[in-house]
């Protein structure tokens, strides 16, 4: 049985590579990814993800919703 996740990620390098891990990894249920502002710019961010979850042929599958574009605080 699958396990369900949803991932909470700024959409760098090691994201990506979570993201893959729970996209294509029968044991995981990605059942989606958010992500908020973090260490690139946000359209970089949502560029990486759509890449990521394409790469695993599972681009339009597995949605991804956007949050924070910037820090609320500092």
Same mark, same amino acid.
């Given at each position: 049985?699958? @396990? $369900?996740? @949803?991932? #909470?990620? #700024?959409? +760098?390098? &090691?994201d990506c590579v979570a993201i893959l891990c729970?996209?294509? &990894?029968?044991?995981? #249920?990605? !059942?989606?990814?958010?992500m908020v502002a973090g260490n690139v *710019?946000? +359209? ?7 890449? /990521?979850? /394409?790469?695993?042929? !599972?681009? *339009?599958? @597995? $949605?991804?919703?956007? *949050? ?5 605080? !500092?």
């Amino acid at each position: 049985m699958a @396990i $369900p996740l @949803i991932l #909470d990620t #700024d959409t +760098a390098q &090691d994201d990506c590579v979570a993201i893959l891990c729970g996209a294509l &990894d029968p044991a995981a #249920d990605l !059942r989606a990814i958010t992500m908020v502002a973090g260490n690139v *710019g946000f +359209a970089q961010q949502v560029e990486n993800a759509c890449m /990521s979850l /394409s790469v695993a042929g !599972r681009l *339009g599958e @597995i $949605p991804v919703f956007l *949050g924070c574009q910037q820090p609320m605080l !500092r």
